[in-house]
């Protein structure tokens, strides 16, 4: 299945255009890369542009999603710098628990490319200044699905079930398939730690950063229900590290 987005304002301000606009960039992922997603405007360039003709160019499917990733960046109220400390801080936890340099470096990429569907929910939502309504959070709770089928459409299948699953929460009560526990694969909750910490360190409209100290002390009260007690462990090991720097 292949796929088009467009986004108010920026590719339309009245809702023919819009369709009209999604519907050009569906036709851009049927001619140029079939069963992908194209998005209408990405600094001004489709992910038809991005993405290369041979589905096996590794490399160019990386920097197609990662011109997305950037572009979600520049969306998010986070800041451009989240998603590079999330790949950053979950490579430097899976090391500390032992997974293999292929594993850490699939989750720097993972971290950034972990809020990839984001692309694809309304600005109204993701900068709404306050907490969201029931509906508007339905909306934003499908970015991880989202994420990881742009991921699957780009051949990076290896990192798709972990941003899949990074928000699923160590209870089972996370989404969107409510696992718990081991079921949730580890580097999914590898990534839920560091977004999370992260996200506690960043200023919000609705909140102001926290402490490292207080951040901390926020998911070590979760470890065992929101989080994996020992990535947490890991987590915060790592961050004493006087070597430690993102």
Same mark, same amino acid.
């Given at each position: 299945?292949?796929?088009?987005?467009?986004?108010?304002?920026?590719?339309?301000?009245?809702?023919?255009?819009?369709?009209?606009?999604?519907?050009?960039?569906?036709?851009?992922?049927?001619?140029?890369?079939?069963?992908?997603?194209?998005?209408?405007?990405?600094?001004?360039?489709?992910?038809?542009?991005?993405?290369?003709?041979?589905?096996?160019?590794?490399?160019?499917?990386?920097?197609?999603?990662?011109?997305?990733?950037?572009?979600?960046?520049?969306?998010?109220?986070?800041?451009?710098?989240?998603?590079?400390?999330?790949?950053?801080?979950?490579?430097?936890?899976?090391? $500390? #628990?032992?997974?293999?340099?292929?594993?850490? @470096? =699939?989750?720097?990429? &993972? +971290?950034?490319?972990? /809020?990839?569907?984001? %692309?694809?929910?309304?600005?109204?939502?993701?900068?709404?200044?306050?907490?969201?309504?029931?509906?508007?959070?339905?909306?934003?709770?499908?970015?991880?699905?989202?994420?990881?089928?742009?991921?699957?459409?780009?051949?990076?299948?290896?990192?798709?079930?972990?941003?899949?699953?990074?928000?699923?929460?160590?209870?089972?009560?996370?989404?969107?398939?409510?696992?718990?526990?081991?079921?949730?694969?580890?580097?999914?909750?590898?990534?839920?730690?560091?977004?999370?910490?992260?996200?506690?360190?960043?200023?919000?409209?609705?909140?102001? $950063? #926290?402490?490292?100290?207080?951040?901390?002390? @926020? =998911?070590?009260?979760? &470890? +065992?229900?929101?989080? /994996?007690?020992?990535? %947490?462990?890991?987590?915060?090991?790592?961050?004493?590290?006087?070597?430690?720097?993102?």
């Amino acid at each position: 299945m292949s796929g088009g987005i467009a986004g108010y304002p920026r590719d339309g301000d009245v809702p023919l255009t819009l369709v009209d606009r999604a519907d050009e960039a569906l036709y851009q992922a049927k001619r140029h890369a079939p069963g992908s997603v194209s998005v209408r405007s990405v600094d001004g360039v489709g992910l038809r542009a991005l993405v290369a003709d041979s589905p096996t160019d590794r490399a160019t499917r990386l920097q197609a999603a990662t011109n997305l990733a950037r572009a979600v960046d520049l969306r998010d109220a986070l800041g451009a710098s989240h998603s590079r400390s999330v790949g950053l801080l979950a490579a430097r936890i899976g090391a $500390r #628990l032992g997974c293999d340099a292929e594993t850490c @470096e =699939l989750l720097a990429l &993972a +971290g950034r490319l972990h /809020d990839l569907g984001k %692309v694809a929910i309304p600005d109204e939502i993701l900068e709404k200044p306050g907490p969201l309504a029931p509906d508007e959070r339905k909306v934003l709770e499908r970015h991880p699905a989202l994420g990881s089928n742009m991921l699957v459409s780009l051949g990076l299948g290896a990192v798709s079930g972990w941003v899949l699953h990074h928000h699923e929460r160590w209870d089972g009560t996370g989404y969107p398939e409510g696992l718990a526990g081991e079921a949730i694969p580890l580097p999914a909750r590898i990534l839920t730690a560091a977004d999370a910490f992260d996200a506690l360190i960043s200023d919000h409209a609705y909140r102001k $950063r #926290l402490s490292k100290t207080q951040a901390l002390a @926020e =998911l070590e009260r979760g &470890a +065992g229900t929101q989080f /994996d007690p020992m990535v %947490v462990e890991a987590l915060v090991t790592e961050l004493a590290d006087p070597e430690y720097n993102l």
